[in-house]
């Protein structure tokens, strides 16, 4: 591993560059209802908890996916009041009213989400979706089931919100924990649930092309929000990614990584975190994602006739490398 990491520490004195984003396309046309969102999360915490079960009864037409068929049940009354009283979910609901009044550019920024998902997609499903407090579930900031999209808005009330620190958040998940990954993760969600990619195998370069892939679906989806959101890079990440693409690259070729099934490699190019420590601390993580996302691009670009549903069903990883002419700028 040390002759390894000296390689790359010698191939990133050279330089680089990154690439550009596919064009929109035309959603006008597309029929999808505007998306409402409910707001769980406002008329939950705004029920006086000393008529709790009264308060309840009156939600629970609107939120029957939350309370349920029933509220004969004293536990659960019980449960719901000490969920309202939590000290941390009263930290969470204060921040949310004040940064979240209401959710109309979300509500904008979905639908065109959705119109394009219908655009690639015909038979996708418009979600019902809901806005809830999750009581700092910061694994799953979103939820997706049975048509249904859950957003917990207490995940994205910024990097600087002092609840997340005192929770012990790391510091490259609270650089994705604002309003503007919102969507981008909606669409993450959505895309992995109803319209899975399909792989070959399990090298790196199968599993490069795989995150390619998934990372495309978002450059279809969300064709103006910016590259370095759709992959979770602050700005500084992912300017040290455009200038070094191609010497990753070279650490790849140079090193006969590219068709590994070595776990340890993988980890290296794959695995989410502060940065990669096989490259510097200034690197970011998931340098295997951007460059197969950099190939699934350039495939697709030297192919037009191939529509999104067939790279998605494309498994032949090598077929996509070879189609992309991929070679770097520099």
């Known amino acids: 591993m040390k002759q390894f990491t000296f390689l790359l520490v010698f191939i990133l004195a050279l330089g680089g560059c990154g690439r550009r984003n596919n064009s929109d396309v035309d959603v006008s046309g597309i029929n999808c209802p505007p998306v409402q969102i409910r707001r769980y999360d406002l008329d939950l915490f705004n029920a006086n908890n000393a008529r709790l079960a009264v308060n309840l009864r009156q939600l629970q037409p ?7 068929d029933s509220l004969d049940d ?13 000290p ?14 209401e959710l109309s550019y979300l509500e904008k920024d979905l639908t065109e989400a959705f119109k394009h998902f219908k655009y690639y997609f015909p038979s996708f499903h418009i979600p019902s979706v809901y806005a809830y407090i999750s009581g700092g579930d910061y694994e799953y900031p979103i939820q997706f089931s049975d048509s249904v999209l859950l957003i917990g808005l207490d995940n994205y009330l910024g990097k600087t919100f002092a609840p997340y620190k005192e929770d012990g958040v790391s510091l490259y998940q609270l650089n994705r924990m604002s309003a503007e990954y919102i969507v981008p993760d909606c669409v993450r969600l959505l895309a992995s649930s109803e319209f899975p990619v399909e792989t070959g195998g399990t090298s790196l370069l199968d599993l490069m092309v795989e995150a390619g892939k998934r990372l495309y679906i978002q450059d279809a ?4 929000t910016p590259a370095r959101i759709k992959i979770g890079y602050t700005p500084e990440q992912f300017d040290w990614m455009t200038k070094n693409e191609k010497q990753v690259w070279a650490a790849v070729i140079e090193n ?8 340890r490699v993988i980890r290296v190019f794959t695995s989410d975190g502060p940065f990669t420590a096989e490259f510097s601390k200034a690197s970011p993580p998931l340098l295997g994602n951007w460059i197969g996302w950099q190939i699934v691009k350039q495939y697709m670009e030297n192919n037009p006739e191939v529509s999104l549903e067939q790279l998605l069903k494309e498994k032949d990883s090598q077929k996509i490398l070879a189609g992309s002419k991929y070679k770097p700028e520099k």
């Open 256 to 263: 006969r990584m590219l068709y590994s099934n070595d776990g």
């Open 221 to 224: 989806i969300l064709p103006k």
């Open 62 to 68: 609107k939120y029957r996916l939350f309370l349920g």
């Open 88 to 101: 941390r979910n009263q930290d969470f609901i204060r921040a949310v009213r004040i940064k979240y009044p």
């Open 74 to 86: 004293p536990s659960k009354i019980s449960a719901l009041k000490d969920y309202l009283e939590s």
